[in-house]
């Protein structure tokens, strides 16, 4: 059975820094592209970032360039998300998702999520 | 970017009632790269519906989607109770991936 499990979320200072965890299980981690998805209290779900095979394509929606860092490690299964000169408006629940096969940028699979609060 | 337009906001039906969902995006989506997802409070999120109209893994015959080009529906046949959450529009297949506003049906 596959699993997502996210890590690293917490409250951090604006202008702070965190890197969150995906430790990923029940499937071929290193054959699949990666995503992480963030929703803000209350609100839809926004894009935020993925990585390919070998972590040798990145990409990052516009709002994060620069200062988000998505890599993988395929002999830990896990999936990173480094997250620096965070602002109030980085405050959300971060997913980490699976690409679907047969729809190459959706996503099957979903962690629970964790939330990282930005704040004074 | 493609930008993705819910409507409506908030959809009020009663069990038994019949559910259309509508997307439309600010511009063409190639080949049909739009997919709906689920999502029940305090849950992640769940893929429905990918390819426009492919139903995913589990998911029940009452949910049929349709559309291409810039117009999408989603249609909920007959509403069960576990229906009723957040619905979510997403185009995929280039960056940047962006998800609609979401729909609530209540």
């Known amino acids: 059975e596959v699993h997502l499990v996210e890590s690293g979320g917490g409250l951090v200072p604006p202008g702070g820094s965190l890197t969150l965890s995906c430790a990923a299980s029940?499937?071929?981690?290193?054959?699949?592209?990666m995503h992480w998805v963030r929703q803000a209290p209350g609100k839809g779900l926004v894009w935020v970032s993925r990585?390919?095979?070998?972590?040798?394509?990145?990409h990052y929606a516009d709002s994060v360039k620069g200062r988000f860092t998505v890599s993988r490690d395929d002999s830990r299964n896990t999936l990173y998300l480094q997250m620096s000169s965070l602002r109030v408006e980085d405050t959300a629940t971060y997913y980490c998702?699976?690409?679907?096969?047969?729809?190459?940028?959706?996503?099957?699979?979903w962690g629970q999520g964790t939330l990282v609060s930005v704040s004074s | 970017e493609i930008v993705l337009t819910q409507s409506p906001g908030t959809l009020s039906l009663s069990p038994g009632e019949r559910a259309t969902l509508s997307c439309r995006a600010s511009?063409?989506?190639?080949?049909?790269?739009l997919a709906w997802y689920q999502q029940q409070p305090g849950q992640a999120p769940r893929l429905f519906i990918y390819?426009?109209?492919a139903r995913a893994t589990g998911i029940p015959d009452r949910f049929s989607g349709s559309g291409s080009g810039t117009d999408f529906t989603l249609t909920i046949s007959r509403l069960e109770p576990e229906d009723f959450a957040v619905y979510y529009c997403?185009?995929?297949?280039?960056?940047?991936?962006?998800f609609g506003q979401g729909t609530r049906v209540e």
């Open positions: 997403q185009h995929y297949g280039y960056s940047p991936i962006t």
């Open positions: 390819g426009a109209s």
């Open positions: 990585i390919g095979l070998f972590g040798t394509t990145t």
């Open positions: 998702t699976r690409d679907f096969p047969g729809a190459h940028d959706a996503s099957d699979y």
């Open positions: 029940g499937f071929d981690f290193k054959s699949y592209w």
């Open positions: 511009q063409s989506v190639r080949n049909n790269a």
